[in-house]
Nanobody, 124 residues
Framework: VQLVESGGGSVQVGGSPRLSCAASRVTDARFCMGWFRQAPGKGREGVATIEMYGTTNYADPVRGRFTISQDNALNTLYLQMNSLKPEDTAVYYC????????????????????WGQGTQVTVS
């Protein structure tokens, strides 16, 4: 599985960019896909995840501002980010785990086998 993110860049405070993640060869009926981020000097943290039938999870700092969605026909994952804050500045990574649901441990990086290369989002 290959994951390729796009849509990052420099954004003003309050901006609303959308990140995309193109996924190849995701044919498993059960999967957990999501977005993580890593700010300078900090560990990688879970942002949001989504499963095959649309069940979502969000981290508290982004709940109500970010929306994760998927287009199964295009094998593409999205992250709509609204009302961006400087603390949202980070490298954003797409991640996938096949053959399993997200579950209560969705935010643990060790649960994900496949990762994209990351896309930088800078809010100022």
């Amino acid at each position: 599985v290959q994951l390729v993110e796009s849509g990052g860049g420099s954004v003003q405070v309050g901006g609303s960019p959308r990140l995309s993640c193109a996924a190849s060869r995701v044919t498993d009926a059960r999967f957990c896909m999501g977005w993580f981020r890593q700010a300078p000097g900090k560990g990688r943290e879970g942002v949001a995840t989504i499963e095959m039938y649309g069940t979502t999870n969000y981290a508290d700092p982004v709940r109500g501002r970010f929306t994760i969605s998927q287009d199964n026909a295009l094998n593409t994952l999205y992250l709509q980010m609204n009302s961006l804050k400087p603390e949202d500045t980070a490298v954003y990574y797409c991640a996938a785990n096949l053959g399993a649901v997200c579950g209560g441990t969705w935010s643990l990086t060790g649960n994900y086998r496949y990762w994209g290369q990351g896309t930088q989002v800078t809010v100022s």
